[in-house]
């Protein structure tokens, strides 16, 4: 399995409050993901990063930002979170190096409840 | 903007039967690729099979094949000899190198009856 861990697993936390999700690889990949899950949508990407300090938009961006200052960690913040931000959240990387494309490795997920 | 369509939210089968699950996706483009992923109840995605577009063949991993037909932008899966392991989510999505992300359909729950 690839390396990814995410932190914490679990939280639960009030509307308006900060949050931050961490993700962390041991692969050395170069491209890291943020994913939130929802029953009825699949996996839906809200950014991305394509190396230290180079990141990007998804298709779900709105009330969150990233941070990525070292290879092996992605930070996703939710500067004050909401109800509609309720879901599961996976961190995903890959690496082109040697493969024919960008196969993407999961990690555990977090879920995420926001009262 | 690419979309990924999974018109069955819920499957069953009896173990040991076979069962198809259906994905169709939308796109524009000639190069990508379509993966299928298995979501048990511990919520790990794991790959299961993937087909390149360029390819004609049929993707085969084990009990797992695809029906691929890319003029109707159709991409099904096939599990042969069911087991009570396989019952879980299945996601369907597509890669396109261009834009190096996946768009995931909204699943489809499979259950397995013994």
């Known amino acids: 399995d690839a390396g990814i861990t995410q932190s914490p697993r679990h939280k639960v936390t009030e509307t308006g409050t900060p949050v931050t999700l961490r993700c962390h690889q041991t692969?050395?990949?170069?491209?890291m993901y943020w994913y939130r899950q929802d029953p009825g949508h699949g996996l839906r990407l809200i950014h991305y990063?394509?190396?230290?300090?180079?990141?990007d938009k998804g298709e779900v961006s709105d009330g969150y930002s990233v941070s990525r200052s070292k290879t092996e960690d992605f930070l996703l913040t939710l500067e004050s979170a909401t109800s509609s931000q309720t879901s599961v959240y996976f961190c995903a990387i890959s690496d082109l190096a040697g493969r024919p494309y960008n196969e993407q490795f999961f990690g555990p997920g977090t879920r995420l409840t926001v009262l | 903007a690419q979309t990924v369509t999974q018109s069955q939210p819920e499957m069953s089968v009896q173990e040991a039967e076979t069962v198809t699950l259906s994905c169709t996706y939308d796109?524009?483009?000639?190069?990508?690729?379509l993966f299928w992923y298995k979501q048990p109840p511990s919520r790990q995605m794991i790959l299961v099979i993937r087909?390149?577009?360029?390819?004609?063949q049929n993707a085969t991993e084990n009990r797992f094949s695809v029906n691929f037909q890319k003029a109707a932008k159709s991409f099904s899966l096939k599990i042969s000899d069911s087991q009570l392991g396989d019952a879980a989510m299945y996601f369907c999505?597509?890669?396109?190198?261009?834009?190096?992300?996946?768009?995931f359909g909204g699943g489809t729950r499979l259950m397995v009856k013994p």
């Open positions: 087909q390149e577009a360029y390819k004609q």
């Open positions: 999505a597509y890669y396109r190198n261009a834009g190096n992300m996946l768009t």
């Open positions: 796109t524009s483009e000639s190069d990508y690729y």
């Open positions: 990063s394509y190396g230290v300090k180079d990141t």
């Open positions: 692969e050395n990949h170069r491209y």
